[in-house]
């Protein structure tokens, strides 16, 4: 089962909208990821956002975490067709490094 | 950036036959990754490696085994494929600092017929 999963499998805006990708995850954690992945491309990492932090932002991205929920989420303003990807988010249960991610959410940013 | 390299990147190959799918780096980091994407099912782990001949088994081991007999080098070795192998490959390896930022490569598209 996954204990990582963002709650949309795909969304649509147009490009200079804001749009918020959302991630719930099932255990305590210490930190969480977000990754973009393009097509064609391997996954690469947007945001890490740690258990003591509530916000993070990188740029024109923008991640929260909210632990009594067991859920964060991703946000991107003023959009871009090259924002188009899917968006991951991953963590880390067993301390292990094995980095558990969920499915995705599948962003299309249309001119 | 760190550089991991996967090859091939696109192989074919029928039920019943061995497949190897080879990863390199050039940061001889000590731990490197195998992971598996299919449609709607996000990256699934198959092994992690932690140095030469310390791996580790992931979420989905089943049906696949590693090699890793030098750091830069790790392979994913499919005995008999079997067609529900069909998928994406990525290698990866964690950021040198922190351990906490994944590198992937390209990734491997392997059809099993």
């Known amino acids: 089962s996954q204990l990582a999963e963002e709650n949309s499998w795909a969304l649509s805006v147009h490009e200079g909208e804001s749009v918020t990708v959302n991630c719930s995850y099932k255990?305590?954690?210490?930190?969480l990821q977000w990754y973009r992945q393009k097509s064609g491309k391997g996954p690469a990492q947007l945001i890490l956002?740690?258990?003591?932090?509530r916000e993070k932002r990188n740029g024109r991205l923008r991640a929260t975490l909210d632990t009594s929920s067991q859920s964060s989420s991703l946000s991107i303003t003023a959009t871009r067709c090259e924002d188009t990807a899917v968006y991951f988010c991953?963590?880390?249960?067993?301390?292990?490094?094995?980095?558990?991610f969920g499915a995705g959410t599948r962003l299309k940013v249309i001119a | 950036d760190m550089k991991v390299t996967q090859m091939p990147r696109y192989l074919i190959k029928r039920m019943g036959e061995n497949v190897l799918l080879e990863c390199g780096q050039d940061?001889?980091?000590?731990?490197m990754y195998w992971y598996r994407q299919d449609p709607g099912l996000g990256l699934q782990l198959i092994y992690i490696?932690?140095?030469?001949?310390?791996?580790s088994e992931g979420d989905i081991p089943k049906g696949y085994r590693v090699s890793r007999k030098k750091r830069e080098h790790f392979s994913l070795i499919l005995d008999s494929a079997k067609t529900n192998q069909t998928s994406v490959y990525f290698c990866?390896?964690?950021?040198?600092?922190?351990?906490?930022?994944?590198?992937f490569g390209h990734g491997t598209k392997l059809s099993v017929l």
């Open positions: 991953a963590t880390d249960y067993t301390g292990n490094y094995k980095y558990v």
């Open positions: 255990t305590s954690i210490t930190a």
């Open positions: 956002i740690r258990s003591n932090e």
């Open positions: 940061m001889s980091h000590e731990t």
């Open positions: 490696s932690y140095d030469v001949d310390s791996n």
């Open positions: 990866a390896i964690p950021d040198s600092f922190s351990n906490e930022r994944l590198f």
